[in-house]
């Protein structure tokens, strides 16, 4: 199923699955599969109760909007949060490494949710039945809000590791391959937090190998 645009996420959609499922329904989503370095991080959310007003995908808001939307959702709803390092993506890539942060967040909520609604056209093995939504963040309120709390929890964390490791502008481009991202890398090299992994991280690696 594809959104409509012009419409907000609602809670039709945990309405009718939980229904189905015979009690609550939250929402997952990620943030941070992409970047260069640091985690992954997901986060499942309940609404048992009316969703905030102005929920959307995390990255059609600004960050006020997300950082405003952050505490009401915690506010409202039942959040649990987790996340994978780029140790774990390294070793077991980073579709699993999702999928395990995924089912940390389900794990982490405060009550064993009934079912999953889930983002995107795959679902990561859970304790309880999933529906997977494409562009689900723009359909489903709960979805959206769990795009937001991962947003925010992540960005946070990429602000703490940019004043641990400074110099690639992290606090900005939240761990991404920007240009100032690459000079920093070609600078400085690699830290810890870097996905060794993917490949232009693979390929300064093997670089400076060879240059050894």
Known sequence: MRPDSKKLPCMDQENSLAREAGGPVCGIDEAGRGPWAGPVVAAAVIFEGA?????NDS?????????????????????GIGLSDCGEIDEINILRATFAAMARALGALPVAPAAALVDGNRAPP????????VGGDALSASIAAASIIAKVTRDRLMGELARECPGYGWERNMGYGTAEHRAGLERLGVTRHHRASFAPIRALLANLTARA
């Open 126 to 133: 859970l304790p309880c039945p999933a529906r997977t939504l």
């Open 59 to 79: 990255k059609k808001l600004s960050r006020s909007a997300r950082e405003r939307l952050y505490d009401e959702i915690l506010a409202r709803g039942k959040v």
């Open 51 to 55: 969703a905030p007003s102005g929920l």
